[in-house]
């Protein structure tokens, strides 16, 4: 399994629209092939700073995601919105039983 942890800042006064479009993009994204879960949470200590939490099958799954067009455009709106550079960061991992 492949995790995904990414976060950005959202410059002041662009949280909503920085919320909408990742809300669109984590739907379309539920439904790829190879997609376990896909989730966008607001930073309890700072408001305009969005969490991704992202579950993949396996590493092609998410290079497939990475090519289609919607991520491409939503990547590019989102980075108009950002104080900073997006923070991502991808792990292999596996489940481990209790």
């Known amino acids: 399994m492949i995790i995904?942890?990414?976060?950005?800042?959202?410059?002041?006064g662009g949280i909503d629209q920085a919320l909408a479009i990742s809300k669109e993009h984590v739907a379309r994204s539920r439904n790829e092939q190879g997609?376990?879960?896909?989730?966008?949470?607001?930073?309890?200590d700072n408001s305009n700073r969005l969490v991704f939490v992202e579950e993949w099958d396996n590493e092609l799954a998410l290079q497939q995601h990475f090519k289609v067009p919607e991520s491409r455009a939503f990547v590019k709106e989102l980075a108009g919105l950002v104080t900073e550079p997006p923070r991502m960061v991808v792990y292999e991992a596996h489940v481990v039983q209790p």
């Open 4 to 12: 995904v942890l990414g976060s950005v800042v959202i410059r002041e």
């Open 35 to 44: 997609c376990i879960s896909h989730a966008v949470h607001i930073d309890v």
